[in-house]
């Protein structure tokens, strides 16, 4: 079977065509070398050769709205409130 260096993806998906324009922007690079960086980076063919895996938030930031936001630090209020009567 004969080898290609060019490869069509289809049915992506908005969400994965949205979340893949938001990575390259931030990364300030193409559509295509951002595709083709996330591909190698997972598959660990990298600098650092190992895969990186992460449990963090990282994925989130950035995602809400002004009024989402808002809604959230409003809801925390409360809970960042000193109680004098536990500081006495």
Do not use: C, Y
């Not at 260096?5 to 300030?28: C, N, V």
């Not at 980076?41 to 190992?50: I, P």
């Not at 989402?68 to 409360?78: C, G, S, W």
């Amino acid at each position: 079977m004969p080898t290609s260096d060019q490869l069509t993806i289809r049915s992506i998906g908005s969400r994965l065509r949205t979340a893949l324009e938001r990575e390259a922007a931030r990364r300030g690079q193409s559509l295509n070398k951002t595709v083709l960086a996330l591909l190698a980076e997972r598959l660990g063919l990298t600098e650092s050769a190992a895969p990186v895996e992460h449990d963090d938030l990282d994925e989130l930031a950035g995602t809400w709205s002004k009024s989402e936001a808002t809604r959230f630090d409003e809801a925390l209020h409360a809970q960042r409130q000193v109680d004098p009567k536990l500081w006495q």
